[in-house]
């Protein structure tokens, strides 16, 4: 593999709720997890802003009870996609920050600093963390740390990789590859490398963070990953399980005082951080206490709660993510009992009754967490970011891939989708396919590029569209090139050029475009599967009424040639434009005809006369 850069570069986990950064160290010949100032191994994502100053991390956490407004985080669920998108109008109305419509749709988020209003793009909020991440990787390596290797969730689209490079960029750091977080945890275990035959390896991660739930099916063949299947809940994690305890708490302390604190924030936020730290306590002892002085009108909160009670009153959540799992190997197509390796990322899965209920699910298989859940996939990208690193030469050499999670193509004649590069091909990837124009003297042809199954090109999701200019006269079928290339961060351009020419165009689909999410994906992927016969009838359709086309256009050129006169009687004649009359109204769909059979039969016909016309 080529190596891509000199010096140190860090991996970093930008997670929703906490990222975390690791660093190949050559001479100790492993992953070290780097400690920010407050000797913790992950960091808030979370930036806020007072009248004095700006805070990231651990510190802006610290404040949120008292400065809501001003205290961003949830960066992550923004990024790359557009104000108007139901995933942002929905989130908004649970954050208590400011976020608005900017230019573009983009949303904007709007905080006080110093006194003043202050407007963020949700790059910098991002930057901001990794920024911090990258402060925190320098006080530890004591050097300049100029470049990185960010993880992102498998499901992110090109708007949101592009964004997260961005963010990086703005931050300062170069952002030398994105991987799936996912393939990051397989990395960080090697399960490439335990491979001893050239069988493909079914990996299971199971990433149960602190405000999302992700599990992907990857493949591992020749040292190449795959993402087979994903599934997850973008609104299910750790802070669900300290709402339950917060639930629980408020009505103890209710029974208890005879009062309800469930309708003032400041109390509700100290105990829900009580809680918090009260569930990593149950991750490795059976019993905790909690106590907080003065929670409400001056009364002391003192109480405690078993692991037992812990996993019951989270049961039904944990459920949940079993039935995900199941959903993910269904979809995927693979039987449990052929999965090779479970592995276990994000802070919740610490949690024994998670790890206990997944590892019966597999039928007693062991998993991999012997590293950290919430530092697995920072080590994976530190380990990446050691390979593309010039002069290290301990790691173990392996070729890292993705693949696109839809099929790209652009929209034919007649809303024909025509596939340039397939679902699930490995990226990079670059294509290129000759099309020809419809029309004689054509001077330019637009191009529309669609992500999507369907045949309907109108069926897909629209990625964007550009024109081709400039051809030369020319008579219909005069080709040009349409290449598409998706670069290893699945950062898509589109390009199309006349040969004869040399006139060209392209676009690079980027942040504000129309891109889809996860559960979208998944969506279109078993819609295409629905719609198989719909899209196969109209494949026929359309294809007929292209042949009718072309037919229409060889006769109406071949008695141009001819004195028509000379070939054909009067009846003859008539017939003849009778049925290129009936042949034009079938491709304009002129009268709504949806019978297969009245197109092949005229089809038939037309290509007959076409053959007496030529052998004339
Ligand atoms: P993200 O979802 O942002 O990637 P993490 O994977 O670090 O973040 O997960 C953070 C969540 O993990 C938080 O809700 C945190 O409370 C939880 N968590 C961290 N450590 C533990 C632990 N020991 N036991 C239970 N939950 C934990
Ligand atoms: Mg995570």
């Known amino acids: 593999m080529a190596k891509k850069y000199k010096g140190c570069a860090v991996g970093i986990d930008l997670g929703t709720t906490y990222s975390c950064v690791a660093v190949w160290q050559e001479h100790l010949n492993r992953v070290e997890i780097i400690h920010n100032d407050q000797g913790n191994n992950t960091t808030p994502s979370c930036v806020a802003f007072t009248v004095h100053e700006r805070m990231i991390g651990d510190a802006a956490k610290n404040q949120a009870a008292t400065n809501p407004e001003n205290t961003v985080f949830d960066s992550k669920r923004l990024i790359g996609r557009k104000y108007s998108d139901d995933i942002v109008q929905k989130d908004k109305m649970l954050w208590p920050f400011k976020v608005i419509a900017g230019a573009n749709d983009k949303p904007v988020i709007v905080v006080k600093y110093k006194g003043e209003e202050k407007q963020l793009c949700v790059e910098e909020v991002s930057s901001m963390i990794l920024g911090k991440m990258r402060e925190i990787a320098e006080a530890f390596l004591e050097k300049p740390v100029k470049n990185a290797v960010v993880t992102v969730p498998a499901y992110f689209n090109d708007s949101q990789r592009?964004?997260?490079?961005?963010?990086?960029a703005i931050a300062g750091l170069n952002v030398v590859r994105i991987i799936s977080e996912p393939t990051a945890a397989a990395i960080a275990y090697g399960l490439d490398r335990r491979n001893s035959s050239v069988e493909e390896r079914n990996i299971f991660v199971f990433d149960l963070g602190g405000g999302t739930f992700d599990v992907s099916l990857l493949t591992i063949q020749d040292k190449n990953y795959h993402v087979k299947a994903t599934a997850g809940n973008s609104h299910l994690g750790g802070e669900d399980i300290d709402n339950k305890m917060v639930k629980y708490f408020v009505k103890e302390f209710k029974r208890k005082n005879k009062v309800d604190i469930s309708g003032n924030p400041r109390a509700?936020?100290?105990l829900r951080t009580a809680c918090e730290r009260a569930k990593r306590t149950l991750s490795s002892a059976i019993t905790v206490t909690v106590e907080i002085d003065a929670l409400f009108e001056g009364i002391d909160f003192y109480s405690s709660m078993t692991r037992a009670r812990f996993e019951e009153i989270n049961l039904e959540l944990f459920e949940e993510c079993?039935?995900?799992?199941?959903?993910?190997?269904?979809?995927?197509?693979?039987?449990?009992?052929?999965v090779h390796d479970v592995v276990l990322v994000g802070g919740s899965s610490r949690i024994p009754k998670v790890q206990k209920l997944l590892q019966d699910f597999?039928?007693?298989?062991?998993?991999?967490?012997?590293?950290?859940p919430d530092e697995a996939v920072a080590y994976g990208a530190a380990v990446q970011a050691a390979l593309l690193s010039e002069g290290i030469k301990n790691v173990p050499n392996l070729?890292?891939?993705?693949v696109t999670p839809l099929s790209l193509g652009i929209e034919l004649e007649g809303d024909v989708m025509s596939v340039v590069i397939p679902r699930n091909t490995t990226i990079p990837v670059k294509r290129t396919e000759v099309y020809n124009t419809v029309d004689d003297n054509q001077s330019a042809v637009d191009i529309s590029v669609y992500e999507g199954e369907r045949t309907r090109a109108s069926d897909n999701n629209l990625l964007g569209f550009f024109t081709l200019s400039g051809f030369s006269r020319a008579l219909r079928g005069h080709p040009f090139d349409v290449t598409f290339a998706m670069d290893e961060n699945g950062i898509l351009s589109v390009s199309a050029e006349d040969k004869t020419t040399g006139n060209k165009n392209k676009i690079t689909i980027s942040n504000n475009k129309d891109r889809l999410s996860a559960g979208e994906i998944e969506r279109m992927i078993q819609e295409a599967d629905i719609y198989k016969v719909e899209d196969k009838k109209f494949l026929r359709k359309a294809k007929t009424k292209n042949d009718l086309d072309d037919c229409i256009y060889e006769i109406r050129k071949a008695l141009k040639k001819h004195d028509i006169n000379s070939i054909l009687c009067r009846e003859e004649k008539e017939e003849m434009w009778s049925a290129i009359n009936r042949a034009t109204d079938l491709v304009d769909e002129k009268n709504e005809q949806d019978d297969m059979v009245v197109f092949e039969d005229c089809l038939n016909e037309l290509r007959s006369m076409l053959e007496r016309l030529k052998t004339t």
């Open 162 to 168: 592009k964004a997260t490079i961005d963010a990086g």
């Open 268 to 270: 509700l936020r100290r």
């Open 322 to 338: 079993m039935e995900t799992v199941e959903r993910c190997l269904t979809d995927a197509e693979i039987e449990k009992s052929s």
């Open 362 to 372: 597999f039928n007693g298989k062991d998993l991999c967490k012997s590293i950290n």
């Open 399 to 402: 070729v890292l891939l993705d």
